[in-house]
């Protein structure tokens, strides 16, 4: 319903991404991205859970290789389950991006991976170091 509204504001002529929240049930992702293709979307972006736990009311975020993981195993999913391209976010830094080339993304964000630095040098070393890994992935 939200897509359907917000394709409607915008206009079937602007560029509509929607994140498909890594917490569902894999099913219910493949279901919800088909639904999402069939709105007129014209990307979709992954992004790893978070970890609700039983005894506090409140959420952790899940450590930075899991939820790596866990982003890739979602955006695989979501590739080979539409024909659309597909944004692999969360947990993704240097180390990750490449991967997600291979597990059929067609873009990453790095926001975290860059937001968490407190340098500008360190944030352009980061970024360099991504695009580095993501040309690599592209040339295999």
Do not use: C, W, Y
């Not at 917000?6 to 894999?26: E, I, K, M, Q, Y």
């Not at 692999?88 to 964000?109: K, N, Y």
């Amino acid at each position: 319903a939200l897509a359907v509204e917000t394709r409607r504001l915008v206009g079937a002529d602007a560029f509509l991404s929607v994140t498909v929240p890594g917490h569902l049930l894999p099913e219910t992702q493949v279901r919800l991205a088909q639904q999402l293709q069939a709105l007129g979307v014209d990307l979709l972006q992954t992004e790893g859970a978070s970890r609700m736990l039983s005894e506090e009311p409140r959420v952790l975020s899940l450590p930075a290789g899991e939820k790596a993981a866990l982003t890739l195993r979602n955006t695989e999913l979501l590739a080979d389950a539409t024909r659309l391209p597909v944004m692999t976010a969360s947990g993704m830094d240097a180390r990750s991006s490449g991967r997600a080339l291979h597990s059929g993304a067609s873009a990453v964000g790095i926001g975290s991976a860059v937001n968490k630095l407190e340098t500008e040098a360190e944030m352009i070393a980061e970024l360099n170091a991504v695009r580095k890994a993501v040309d690599l992935a592209a040339t295999k």
